[in-house]
């Protein structure tokens, strides 16, 4: 549902026939974090968990430790490059799973009958009528706070929103001329689905990607913050923002440094997301 | 209309029912009960079974969901399992604080957001429009536990201007609750307000780029008025859609606010009782939860149908 | 945050030697280490590191209303002594309510509701209670309280956190209008020590509902709402004299550190607990904010259940023994505000501790040597620790990497800390506990180290320590009991699954303004007993 907005046009520097420059270069700032995500943990200096120097916790940047140290005497930039692959790897596979799901029941909805269509919209909205974070909250507490039980959480949370938004856009698709005519031609309904619904709703898709992408960033920090996230010693950035709160009044790179990485990753998404919802409105 | 109201109401309680279910469900599911958080490490065999009988924990679940179901059938909502009080009486002194902060958040953010959608959307690429559209940005990409706290640091531990806790019940008079409340209903409107101003300038630039709207401002009539008077009542539903929507999110903000503030509001309490598994007080406040956004979509669709009278005739 | 009167003051040499150190540059730490090693309290050694000179507190100012932040808030706040557990009951317990007796500095029973008490045989008691003392509602305080605050955590009814330790109490009699005979089922010298603690408070005959707060305390309440907070005016009725120094007292739980450390600085609040020892070098740096450091004989404890087949060998505890690296631990988690552990509970400032026992040091080869006999090497060992359960997770860590370097592979498990003491404490072989300060050794073994003590965590049976310690308890000579007390350590640092690595310090942080604080071992900010205490300097 939250797929319903859409979004503002792009802003006009641009590169002539393709995406803006801005948007481009966020692009290359996703791209670099999806990079760290993957090879973060190699590259890291340190490990993740190793105490460099127990005694000058909430160290300032120095040479050694480009980031400081964090409230435990470990290596800031270490356990960035390191959460990396939760921040950004989390919300990827599961905006990517409800997005999944929601194509699968949204489409079938569109073709199905209507009772099954009323149903399962009425069953979807009763689970978006929760607030996502006190869910969340509910589900970890009562199934423990391992990966896989958030990732599914989280899934099962956006599955409505994916599938509100896919079956508005299949609906307007579906009632399209040239839907009718396969329809009249006698195409089958996976045929109607990937040959005409389907890439006439994908921009539509991925702008909604980003979206959820973003809130799910922004769903498993303020997790973390009330301790129901990544458990230590692993930690996505929002959990380092957490774990480190107490340096922030005293201008710790703790904090910071995981903070401005989450806002420059939320913030690139919005770029790629105002992108691709410009040459979705285009002609 | 009516009717469609009827049938919304009617649809929504179903709906109310079927939460209420799934929320027994769960919490039957999650380790641990009441009497064990009470008694904690000193726990004993004895001990622990002599409060269980009291709390009524020992009957079997489908005994329970019935005696449940059927107390909120008579509008009893059971007893709080941490302190003994009747639910409807814990949640009483709570409620009232969560709906001033979402109420006055509400009206802070829905003026300044569709202030600034619409101003971007006049002048879209403008200096101001581009400022606007970064600090929306911003605001929403960033954790609200952490503008929270940014808040608190830059109003109240540097400058000393407003109250870093947010003491609601001993604030004096309309000024002093004001003051209290600064803090809060700022850090909650910031992600607010950069979601929802983004989201009217979008619609708005759509909406300007209407034929009858295009034709309105050819006949003379200034850009602002064609945008307030003939765009903007056309998109009064998507707005108002988008906007009960962001007020979802903001409920999902007001737990880290109220953790932060020390905020004596509903989200708080709903997680204390998750940790406390005071399971009456945490199945009150997730239908109230329930119950408070289906009330705002059916608001929200009434006012789109109102505003639009294409729609009138389709309830 | 003046050290408590039983802490020798620094000699000259040693503040000679302290004025050296510093004018050589030494940092903290060092000055912490020097002094802690020459015998000093961590809280006395804290206090001259961070501020070298302080002046002496002036005389108590009256008025005021104090604001205190605790470190939990829950729905589940009560006011009702049995069923105190946490931090912010103790400490509005200590505001409206009195105990027969009270614990001071050293934990030792003085004088409260009780004036005076006396056994032959430790076996029957009789106490002599206060006259003049009147409840909040105006009834006076008399012997019949008095028994019914004590028998009812005998009835499994009353759900009370206290069962453990007043199961010995066959009988309680008002022997007179002010008089308490209590008979105990075994004889126990410590127990007007027991009648000083936290849930044994005294309320009025026959209350069922606590919710008004009806005591003898020094103040009395005026609002309470559990998880958000209670307001106490001063009992103008209150039956010590020159104590309630300030007006009023509004308490609340901020369970977020940041917020509690933020609103502190802001001067919205006066005294805050529950400080993490890492923030410390943080707040150090504030001005307007002291930290008031306690010593006390808390401690996490990590267990190695004897009845299970892999961890339950005294090979593998000896090895993790061996393994566990102590002074890391004290340094990286708790920054030296902890004492280094010897494997058994009797903390170094606690009564009756054996200094004559040597240390269990960090010793790699000698635990390669019991973890190789015993077994595991090569196995991944499942450890279940909480970020919950006081600093037990980042300990897990520690060990599981000294483990690593050792070749033993350690798998930690995370749980939450939601259900841990009813799911996973004790059911799990390996695994953390934490036991906070109690007030006598016996309380402490008794509990967790007695083959039927219910925190009995290893599942450790001795019947040779059985014998010690009810003898002990019936020992009226002090020096046969020390003794006593010595075995028993000797035998459970030997004997028993338990790795006790550090006692750790209690931190709380307070405004420049706030005076009067002294340190009470059985928590943080006095023993919970500051509302009596302390004032608001307006200077």
């Known amino acids: 549902m939250i797929g319903a907005r859409s979004l503002p046009r792009p802003l006009r520097l641009r590169r002539p026939g393709g995406w803006p420059l801005l948007s481009l270069a966020g692009a290359a700032v996703f791209a670099f974090w999806a990079g760290i995500a993957v090879f973060g943990g190699l590259l890291a200096p340190h490990a ?4 460099v120097d127990s005694w000058d916790t909430l160290a300032p940047v120095s040479a050694q430790y480009p980031l400081g140290t964090d409230y435990l005497g470990r290596d800031v930039l270490s356990r ?40 399962l919209s009425w069953l979807m909205d009763t689970f978006n009528s929760l607030p996502s974070t006190i869910f969340a909250m509910v589900a970890v507490a009562g199934f423990g706070t391992s990966i896989p039980v958030l990732a599914t959480v989280i899934t099962v949370l956006y599955i409505p929103s994916a599938y509100r938004n896919v079956r508005a856009a299949a609906q307007t698709v579906s009632r399209l001329d040239f839907i009718d005519a396969a329809r009249v031609r006698g195409e089958s309904s996976l045929y109607i689905i990937f040959r005409e619904i389907l890439p006439n709703i994908l921009p539509n898709l991925l702008t909604h990607f980003g979206i959820m992408f973003i809130y799910i960033a922004l769903l498993l ?63 | 209309m009516t009717r469609l109201i009827a049938k919304r109401l009617l649809l929504g309680l179903l709906t109310l029912w079927l939460v209420a279910t799934l929320v027994f469900a769960v919490s039957g599911a999650l380790p641990g009960d009441a009497a064990a958080s009470i008694l904690g490490q000193d726990a004993t065999a004895e001990t622990l079974a002599a409060l269980r009988a009291q709390m009524g924990l020992d009957d079997p679940l489908a005994l329970r969901y019935a005696h449940w179901l059927g107390g909120i059938l008579q509008g009893d909502f059971g007893l709080s399992l941490a302190n003994g009080r009747p639910v409807a009486e814990v949640i009483g002194t709570r409620l009232p604080n969560s709906l001033l902060l979402a109420g006055l958040s509400t009206l802070v953010a829905i003026p300044v957001s569709l202030a600034l959608g619409i101003a971007s959307a006049m002048r879209p690429d403008s200096v101001f429009d581009r400022l606007t559209t970064f600090l929306s940005v911003l605001a929403l990409s960033t954790p609200s536990f952490l503008i929270a706290t940014l808040t608190v640091l830059v109003f109240s531990v540097w400058s000393g201007l407003l109250p870093a806790l947010s003491n609601i019940d001993r604030a004096e008079g309309f000024g002093g609750t004001l003051r209290v409340m600064a803090l809060p209903v700022l850090a909650l409107s910031l992600s607010v307000i950069g979601q929802m101003a983004r989201m009217t300038r979008a619609i708005l630039i759509g909406a300007l780029s209407e034929p009858y709207v295009e034709t309105a401002i050819l006949k003379g009539t200034s850009p602002l008025r064609a945008a307030i008077l003939h765009a903007l009542p056309n998109m009064a539903g998507p707005i108002v859609n988008a906007s009960a929507l962001s007020l979802n999110a903001l409920i999902s903000g007001v737990v880290f606010v109220e953790v932060i503030f020390a905020y004596p509001g509903l989200t708080k309490l709903m997680v204390d009782s998750v940790a406390t598994r005071d399971l009456p007080v945490m199945q009150a406040c997730a239908l109230i939860f329930c119950a408070g956004f289906l009330i705002l979509v059916l608001v929200a669709d009434i006012v789109a149908i109102l505003a639009n009278p294409r729609l009138r005739s389709a309830g | 945050m003046r050290d408590s009167g039983r802490d020798p ?40 590191a961070t501020r070298a000179t302080r002046a002496h507190a002036a005389a108590p100012q009256r008025g005021g209303d104090l604001r205190v932040a605790g470190s939990s808030s829950s729905t589940s706040e009560t006011l009702d002594p049995a069923r105190f557990g946490k931090g912010t009951d103790y400490a509005r317990g200590f505001m409206i309510y009195n ?54 955590h005998n009835d499994p009814e009353t759900a009370s956190r206290a069962r453990a ?21 075994e004889p126990n010298y410590d127990l007007p020590v027991i009648f000083g603690t936290f849930n044994l408070m005294i309320v009025p005959a026959g209350t069922t509902d606590f919710s008004r707060g009806i005591g003898t305390g020094p103040y009395r309440l005026t609002e309470f709402e559990p998880g958000v907070r209670s307001v106490a005016v001063r009992n103008e009725n209150y039956w010590k004299d020159g104590l309630q120094h300030v007006d009023t007292i509004e308490y609340f739980g901020l369970p977020d550190e940041s917020s509690r450390l933020n609103a502190l600085r802001a001067g919205e609040i006066h005294l805050t607990t529950g400080i993490n020892p890492r923030s410390s070098k943080l707040i150090e740096r504030d001005r307007g904010i002291e930290l008031f450091v306690t010593r006390s004989g808390t401690f996490s404890d990590l267990y190695m259940q004897k009845t299970d087949a892999t961890v339950g060998s005294e090979d593998f505890a000896a090895g993790i023994k061996a393994l566990l690296p102590r002074d890391v631990i004290r340094s990286s988690i708790y920054r030296d505000f902890a004492e ?66 050792a070749g033993l592979q350690i798998d930690v498990q995370r749980v939450p800390v939601d259900g841990y003491w009813s799911n996973v404490w004790m059911k799990r072989p390996f695994g953390f ?107």
């Open chain 1, 48 to 51: 993740p968990g190793e105490f």
């Open chain 1, 80 to 119: 960035i490059m390191a959460g990396a692959k939760y921040t950004v790897g989390l919300p990827f596979l599961t905006a990517g799973l409800a997005l999944f799901a929601g194509l699968v029941l949204g489409v079938s909805a569109t073709l199905m009958r209507d009772a099954f269509d009323t149903a």
């Open chain 1, 221 to 283: 920090s303020g997790l973390s913050f009330l301790g129901l996230g990544i458990q230590p010693p692993e930690a996505d950035w929002g959990a380092l923002v957490a774990e480190n709160m107490v340096g922030l009044s005293y201008g710790a790179p703790a904090v910071f440094a995981p903070a401005l990485c989450l806002i420059s990753l939320t913030v690139s998404m919005t770029l790629m997301v105002d992108a691709v919802s410009r040459r979705r409105k285009e002609p």
């Open chain 3, 9 to 48: 003051a620094l000699a000259p040499r040693d503040m000679a030697r302290l004025r050296q150190q510093m004018s050589r540059g030494a940092t903290r730490r060092d000055v912490m280490r020097m002094l802690t090693a020459s015998g000093m309290t961590i809280a006395a050694a804290g206090m001259l």
């Open chain 3, 99 to 152: 105990g027969l007796t009270r614990l001071d500095g050293d934990l030792a029973p003085q004088p409260e509701l009780a004036t005076s008490w006396d056994s032959a045989d430790g076996r029957v008691w009789v106490f002599k209670l206060r006259s003049g003392v009147t409840f909040h509602d105006g009834r006076p305080f008399t012997a019949e309280d008095a028994v019914w605050s004590v028998l009812r």
């Open chain 3, 165 to 185: 330790y007043t199961g010995a109490i066959a009988e309680a009699v008002a022997s007179g209008p002010l008089e308490l005979t209590v008979t105990l089922s």
């Open chain 3, 340 to 405: 280094i552990g010897n494997d058994q509970p009797i903390a170094p400032s606690m009564k009756y501790f054996d200094d004559g026992l040597a240390p269990s040091g960090h010793d790699p080869e000698k635990a390669v040597y019991h973890l190789k006999k015993a077994g595991v090497m090569g196995q991944a060992i499942p450890l279940v620790a909480s970020a919950g359960v006081g600093n037990t997770l980042d300990m897990a860590l520690i060990l599981q990497q000294a483990a690593q370097e």
């Open chain 3, 433 to 539: 506990g934490t036991i906070t300060q109690r007030p006598t050794a016996d309380m402490i073994f008794s509990l967790c180290y007695k083959s039927d003590g219910p925190y009995n965590s290893s599942k450790w049976q001795d019947p040779k320590f059985d014998q010690l310690l009810l003898a002990a308890r019936s020992e009226r000579d002090e020096t046969v009991r020390a003794q006593h007390y010595a075995d028993m350590q000797a035998l459970v640092r030997d004997g028993a699954g338990t790795a006790i690595p550090v006692f750790f310090s209690n931190i709380d942080a307070h405004s420049a303004a706030l005076k009067g604080l002294e340190p009470i071992p059985t928590g943080n900010m006095m023993g919970y007993a500051f509302a009596e205490n302390v004032w608001l300097d307006p200077a």
